[in-house]
């Protein structure tokens, strides 16, 4: 039979103290997807951890996958690790820089790349998302994260891949997240905040002058949808029937 599928990784976690935020996890879709009598593994990838002032910093997201289709963990946002500055993490959307610091790349197909740290701004660059890249930091202000993507295999228009916005300098204007769980980025007051799980979004950059940790990333999520009179059958996770056609969804690690 033929299966539709959705398959997004889990986003990057945005890095403290001025942080870059994380970048979203790989999107990719596909219709009309022939599939044999056989089992099927499908993998959900974890979102990244938040960075903190100094160590540890923040890490990439973890890949999912499904027929031998693996949509890539978003990448890290840069940061401060206590004597010098790390560089976006490369993923499925790349992280966002953090003061002079270059982005990540995204891969191809399913994602952008992060924004890059301007030097002269002490905040960090928004995580790219499916549909656009990150937006680079100005002086003190941070970075958007970029969009990520509709997608309507449930039934409804959901976004998903959204990067994370970039944390700000003291009272400076902090990155939004993207659509599609984005995490917003901090300021000196508050940390970044998480990335939606289920979604892929990325992590927001923490605030710098009082340290402010990031967000973690959101987890992925793979959804596969068939017809109920293909003969397929699934097992595990959350099944959905609609109307004539099932919908199963993978839970969250």
Do not use: C, M
């Not at 995490?183 to 905040?193: D, L, M, P, V």
């Amino acid at each position: 039979g033929d299966v539709e599928y959705l398959i997004v990784g889990g986003g990057g976690g945005g890095n403290g103290h001025g942080g870059g935020g994380g970048g979203a996890g790989g999107f990719q879709t596909a219709t009309s997807v022939s599939v044999t009598s056989q089992s099927y593994g499908i993998v959900v990838g974890s979102g990244g951890d938040k960075g903190e002032i100094g160590s540890p910093p923040a890490t990439d997201g973890t890949d999912s996958s499904f027929n031998s289709v693996t949509s890539v963990g978003g990448g890290a946002g840069g940061g401060w690790n206590g004597s010098s500055y790390n560089v976006g993490g490369n993923g499925g959307s790349g992280g966002g820089g953090s003061r002079g610091t270059v982005n990540g790349n995204g891969t191809v197909g399913q994602g952008n790349d992060g924004g890059s740290g301007v030097p002269s701004g002490s905040s960090g660059a928004g995580g790219g998302g499916s549909s656009a890249v990150g937006q680079a930091n100005s002086s003190g202000n941070g970075g958007n994260g970029g969009a990520g993507s509709s997608n309507s295999i449930t039934g409804s228009a959901v976004y998903y891949s959204g990067g994370g916005g970039g944390g700000a300098d003291g009272s400076s204007t902090s990155g939004t997240g993207g659509a599609g769980g984005g995490g917003a980025g901090g300021n000196g007051s508050y940390s970044g905040s998480n990335g939606t799980n289920n979604t892929g979004g990325g992590g927001g950059g923490g605030g710098r002058n009082s340290n402010q940790v990031g967000g973690d990333g959101g987890s992925g999520i793979v959804i596969i949808k068939y017809s109920t009179s293909s003969g397929i059958t699934a097992t595990g996770g959350t099944i959905t029937t609609v109307s004539e056609t099932t919908t199963t969804v993978k839970p969250t690690n």
